[in-house]
C-alpha cells in the first residue's frame, strides 16, 4: 500500500531540489500525482475530486510512479500536490535513526518543517498509522491469544512462527531488527522466507492459506485484505516502527495562489482514520473497483466535498 525510498534513492531525491518550473504558473492546470500503489491512487484521487470541486483546473498524474519519481517531480515543480508518508521523511532527510519519526507528532512537525526550506507544504495528515507490521493467521492467533508484538515475540520463543517477508523487511535495521530489540525475541532465518519484492499481498496471502507452512506475513497497517484473509495485526506498543501517516504535500507558490485547498483537504483526510483507510482499500483490492469511483463515493457519502 505504501512504498519506501532506499537510502540511494532518498539521496538521489535531495539532489534534485530546484529545477524548472510550468510555464505560466497562474493558468497552469494543477497538477495532481500520486504513487502507483492502491493507497497512493486512492488519496490522489480523493485531492483531485475535492479540487475539481473547487473549481480548479486539474490535471491527473494519478499513478505516476514510486516514490522516487513522484517526489522529484514535486520538487521540480512538474507536479503541484501529492499524498505522501510522514515517515519518508527519516529517508527524504537521510535521518532514520532520529527517534522523533517513531511518533506521530514528531514524524509530522519533523518533516514539515524540514520540507519548508524546500519549498514544500504539508497539509493535515491522515490519523492511520500505514506502517510495517506483522499479521498473524486468525486461527493461531484466537488459538494463542496473540494480538500484540509481545505476543508474538512469546510465539517465536515458542517456535510457533513461520515469517513470509520482503528481504528489506528482514534486514532494514528499522524493521524487523527493530521489533526483535523492542520486544526481546530473535526470529531465526531458517523460519523466515524472505522474497525479493515488497508485496503485501503475497505475504499476506502466504499467512493466511499457510503456504510453505508460513503463518505469519509482513504487512502495511491499513492494507485493505486484512479483514478478508483473517488475518490478526500484532500492534507494536513499544512503537519498534517509524510512523506512516499520510498527508496531501503540495508546493508553497501552488497553495499561495489556492488558500481554499488547506480547508478543503483538512476535513477530508482527518476523516481517514486505520478501520476506513482499510476498508476502502478492500472495495480496491479485494472487491475490483476503480480507484476514483470509490474516492467519489466516499467523499460524497460523507459530505466531504467543498
Not at 78 to 100: K, L, Q, R, S
Request: net charge neutral.
Amino acid at each position: 500500500m505504501r512504498t519506501r525510498p532506499t537510502r540511494r534513492t532518498a539521496l538521489a531525491i535531495l539532489a534534485a531540489l530546484a529545477g524548472p518550473t510550468r510555464g505560466d504558473a497562474a493558468n497552469a492546470p494543477i497538477v495532481v500525482a500520486s504513487k502507483s500503489d492502491t493507497e497512493g491512487a486512492l488519496t490522489g484521487a480523493m485531492i483531485a475530486v475535492a479540487l475539481d470541486h473547487l473549481g480548479l483546473p486539474v490535471e491527473r498524474k494519478l499513478g505516476l510512479g514510486p516514490t522516487l519519481i513522484v517526489r522529484t517531480s514535486l520538487l521540480s515543480g512538474d507536479v503541484d500536490i501529492y499524498p505522501e508518508y510522514t515517515g519518508n521523511g527519516a529517508f527524504f532527510t537521510d535521518t532514520v535513526a532520529d527517534p522523533a519519526w517513531k511518533t506521530s507528532d514528531g514524524a509530522f512537525e519533523t518533516v514539515r518543517r524540514r520540507d519548508a526550506a524546500r519549498g514544500l507544504v504539508w497539509l493535515d495528515r491522515a490519523r492511520a498509522n500505514n506502517t510495517w507490521l506483522i499479521a498473524v493467521n486468525g486461527a493461531l492467533a484466537r488459538r494463542e491469544n496473540l494480538a500484540s508484538m509481545a505476543d508474538f515475540a512469546r510465539a517465536v520463543r515458542a517456535g510457533l512462527i513461520r515469517l513470509a517477508a520482503s528481504t528489506e523487511f528482514v534486514e532494514s535495521p528499522a524493521a524487523l531488527p527493530s521489533f526483535e530489540a523492542a520486544y526481546d525475541f530473535h526470529l531465526p532465518l531458517d523460519r523466515i522466507i524472505s522474497l525479493p519484492g515488497g508485496d503485501t499481498a503475497v505475504t499476506a496471502r502466504a499467512a493466511a492459506q499457510g503456504i510453505s507452512g508460513v503463518n505469519a506475513g509482513m504487512v502495511y497497517g491499513t492494507d485493505g485484505a486484512l479483514a478478508a484473509l483473517d488475518l490478526a495485526v500484532m500492534s507494536d506498543p513499544r512503537a519498534a516502527q517509524i510512523v506512516y501517516e499520510v498527508a496531501p504535500v503540495i508546493r508553497a507558490e501552488t497553495l499561495a495562489r489556492h488558500p481554499e485547498i488547506r480547508p478543503a483537504l483538512a476535513r477530508i483526510f482527518a476523516s481517514l482514520e486505520a478501520p476506513i483507510l482499510r476498508g476502502l482499500n478492500a472495495r480496491i483490492t479485494v472487491e475490483g473497483e476503480i480507484p476514483e469511483t470509490v474516492a467519489r463515493r466516499y467523499l460524497a457519502e460523507r459530505n466531504l466535498l467543498p
